[in-house]
C-alpha cells in the first residue's frame, strides 16, 4: 500500500487489516469487497449513511457473522478461522447497549469477567476497578434498567473493557445520545485510545468521526468510496471556500459587486454581512488567484483572505453524490427516496 | 492507509500463520455455563414474578382437573373422584415438562431481541454454554413447579402409597424429557421474530400433545384416529411411565419410548439449536 512519510501512523503496524470482505444477505450486498487498515493505537472512522455496510463489517470483524468472501485479521487471528483467539482480544459495543437489563451494574460486569476467564476475585476486583472508572460506583447494584442512556452506554463500555481489549469496535456509540451524554461518551472513548486501544468506530456522524478519528473510511452500499487521513480527505474532495474580507469594511458590497460582475470562478459569491466578508467557492488554486485579480481590478483592497475546508458533511455528500450518478446501482429504495 | 485514495488500491493481503483455535476446556466450559446460570438465577431473584407460572400453574391445573372433571372421568374408571386423583396426578407430572419447556423459548427470544446475545456470542466461550444455562435453570423451575405439584396432589388426596423412588424416578423422567422438549423451543426461540409468536407457536405445538394423550383419561374410549395419534404422542409414553413408576404399574413400555424420544429429539434438535444460535445473523 502507499505511504505517505509524513502521516504519523505510517510506522505503526496494523492492528485490523481487510481485504475484500463480501457478506451477501439473500439478493443484497451488504459488503461488497470492503478493504481497510486500522493501525495499532489509533481511531479508524467508518464513516456512512444507514444500510452503508457498518454494522455489518463490525459483526464480521467480532465473528458474529461468517462472511461469504475475502479475508480479515484482528490483531494477527483471523476472523474465520481463529474466532475463539479472536474474540479474546476484542471488545464490542454495539448500538444498541448490549448489557442485561435485569442484573446490577456489577453483575453485568462480573459475569462478562467470568465469561473472559477471570478468577471469581479477580472479576470482582475488575468489575469494581470499572465501575469506578466509568463513573457508575454509585449506581453498581442498581438494576441496569433504572441506569439512564448515558450510564448504559458507560456500562457497555465498561463491559466490552474487561478483557482489556487490544481492538474495540464500537458501533455508532452515541446514536440516539444526547449532546451532553455524547461528550461523555467521547471523553471515554478518548481516554481508552490514550491507553493504548485501537478503536474501529463506525458512526453516522461527521462530527463524531472529527471529534474522534485520526483517518476515515468512507463506504456506501458495502464499498469503500474513500478513505485516508480526514485533512486529506476534505483536500482531495476539492471544493474549498474562500472567505474575503474588504480592508475597510464600508468596501464590502464593492467587492461583492467586483466578485458577482467578473464571475472569476463562474460561480456566485454571496455576502456575510455579520462577518464582513464575501463567500466565494473554488474547486483550484488557479481560481484563488483569479479571485484575487478580480478584486484588485476593481480596486478594492483586500483587508484579509482565507481558505476553508470543506466540513465532513460535505465532503460526505459530494462523495455520495457522485455514487448516484451511475445509474445501474440505483437501488429501487433509492430511486423511489429521489423521486 | 494514510494517503488519501478515491478509489481505493487492493494490496495484497498479509501473510499470517495460523494455528489451529484451541478448544475450551471442560473447566471452562463450566465456569462459562456455572456463570451464565447464575445470571439467570438473578433474573429470579430480580423480578420473583417470572416464578408465578411455575407456581400457579399445577395448583390450578390440579384444582380445575380433579374437581371439574373428577367426578365424571372418575366414575368411568369404577372410583369417582378419589380413582381420578390416582390416575391423573402422575399425568400431570408428566405435563410439567412440556409446561414448563414451553417458556424457555420466550425467555431466549427476549434475550436476542436486546443486545446482549451478540455480546455473549462475541465472548471465547463455548457455543452450547448460554442455551446449556438456560435449559439448566428451566430444569430447576420443573423440580419447583412438579414439588408444588405433588403438595396440591396430596392435600387433594392422592395416595402415594409408599412409591417414593418411583415419584423421584419419574419427576426424573420428565426433566429428562422437559430438557429435550427444551431444544425445541430453543430452536422456536432463535428462529421466530418476537417473543409472542414464540409463545402462539409453543401453544399450538403444546395443546394437541397434551390433550391428545393419555395425561388427563384413558384413550380406549377415544376415536380410532386419535388412538392412532395417542398411540405415538410421547406424552403418552411419557404419562404411562409415570404412572407406572408412581403406582408400582407396568413401566417397560411407556420407559423406553420416552427414554427413545428424548435420545432422539435431543441428537437432533441440540444440534441445530446451537447453530442456528451460532449462526443467527
Redesign the interface.
Known sequence: ????DK?P??GRR?AV?V??LVKH?GETKALDGV???VHEGTVLGVLGPNGAGKTTLV?CL?????PDAG?A?VA???VV?????L??V?G?T??????????SGR?NLY??G????LSRKEARSRADALLERFSLTDAATR?ARTYSGGMRRRLDLA?SMIGRPHVLYLDEPTTGLDPRTRNEVWAEVTSMVRDGVTVLLTTQYMEEAEQLAS?L?VIDRGR??????ID??K??VGGRTLRVRPADPLELHALARALDDRRPTGAAATVHTESGEVLVPIVSDDQLTAVVGAVTAHGVTIGSISVELPSLDEVFLS?TGQRTSAPQQVTPELEEVAV | MSAATLSPATPAAPTITIEADPKISLRGHLRHTGALIRRNLLWIKQDPESMMDAVLMPVIFTLLFVYVFGGSIGQSLGGGQAAYVQYVIPGMVAMMSMNIAQGVGTGFNEDFNKGIMDRFRSLPIGRGSVLLAKISVELLRLVVAVTIQMIVALLVGYHINGHWAGLLASIGLTALFGSAIMWIFLVLGVTMKNAQSVQAMGFLVMMPLQFGSSIFAPTGSMPGWLQSFTAYNPMSALADASRGLMTGGPIAHGLTVTLAWTAGLTLVMAPIAIRKFTRKA
Open positions: 500500500m502507499t505511504r505517505n502521516n501512523e505510517s496494523v487489516s481485504r475484500g444477505f478493504d481497510l487498515d459483526r467480532s465473528t458474529l457473522i461468517t479475508q485479521v494477527g487471528y483471523d478461522r481463529q474466532p475463539r483467539q474474540r479474546r476484542i464490542l454495539g448500538q444498541y447497549a448490549s448489557v442485561d437489563e435485569k442484573l453483575e459475569l462478562i467470568r465469561l473472559l476467564d438494576p463491559a483517518e473510511t469503500v468510496i474513500a478513505s485516508g487521513g486529506d480527505l483536500a482531495k462523495l
